[in-house]
């Protein structure tokens, strides 16, 4: 392993593949620690004295080997950005609700089947990463996230989405590309700030009508459903910039396709 900054004070420390199968008992004495990179080791577990760095806003743990955290992590009230991506987590704690200063969240590819509840609590989340989990549903309280801008759930095993998905007022990317989804609530017209829309490699049998009140969506994926038919009020989404149904073996071409293509929009079928 190679030295690092002995200085107790330090703001940042970064171990960032180091192939450590334990972090060094100093590194919990850095009580002014705002940065911490543990990525890319061979970590099974953390000790509860993650706890004492109370100023720490950026927490890395991807690429490791954990299956649970220790609770005292879940009292770092200061911490903004949390990495858990590619670890053994089944499930996460309820106490993630916690972390209320939380602005990123990223726990991809994991082995995770649901999100508690609690996730609602984090009011500042501006980006959720969920993507390459075991993930059957999202849950209700999703849709309190009022400060979401990106939720990122492809490659999990949902079916539809909640109806307060259309809560999100400040939603511009929603990336659900393959899952198991055959419907869409009319509540998502509601997410008026939506930009992208990506639901590929899903089974949708229809679109909500809701769909046209998307005016600001620009991208729309639509590749491999099987769909039969589209909601006309596509055609009146202005700011629409492609939208592709290839592989929609069933789908009957409308012909106002033809007034996006005359527009600009790029249209693939």
């Not at 004295?49 to 009230?77: A, C, R, V, Y």
Request: charged share 25%; proline share 4%; aromatic share 4%.
């Amino acid at each position: 392993m190679k030295t690092f900054d002995q200085n107790l004070d330090s703001k940042s420390l970064d171990l960032y593949s180091q192939g450590i199968q334990r972090v060094p008992r100093s590194a919990w004495q850095r009580i002014h620690l705002q940065q911490l990179n543990l990525a890319d080791n061979q970590l099974t577990q953390l000790p509860e004295q993650i706890g004492n760095l109370t100023k720490l806003q950026m927490l890395d743990l991807g690429h490791n080997e954990l299956i649970s955290l220790p609770e005292s992590l879940f009292k770092l009230k200061s911490l903004k950005f949390l990495y858990l991506s590619n670890n053994h987590f089944r499930s996460v704690s309820e106490n993630i609700g916690n972390l209320k200063s939380l602005i990123y969240l990223n726990i991809t590819d994991n082995q995770l089947s649901s999100i508690p509840e609690s996730i609602g609590k984090l009011i500042k989340l501006v980006e959720l990463r969920l993507y390459n989990n075991q993930l059957r549903s999202l849950p209700d309280s999703i849709g309190k996230l009022k400060s979401l801008r990106e939720l990122h759930v492809m490659n999990n095993s949902l079916t539809t989405l909640p109806e307060s998905i259309g809560n999100l007022q400040h939603l511009n990317k929603l990336i659900l590309k393959g899952n198991a989804i055959s419907s869409l609530p009319e509540s998502l017209g509601s997410a008026e700030q939506l930009t992208d829309l990506d639901l590929r490699l899903n089974r949708l049998t229809s679109l909500p009508d809701s769909i046209g009140e998307l005016k600001k969506l620009r991208f729309l994926d639509l590749r491999a459903n099987r769909l039969p038919s589209l909601p006309a009020g596509i055609a009146e989404l202005d700011k629409l910039e492609k939208l592709d149904l290839r592989w929609n073996k069933s789908l009957s071409v409308p012909r106002w396709l033809k007034h996006l293509s005359r527009r600009g929009c790029i249209v693939y079928t």
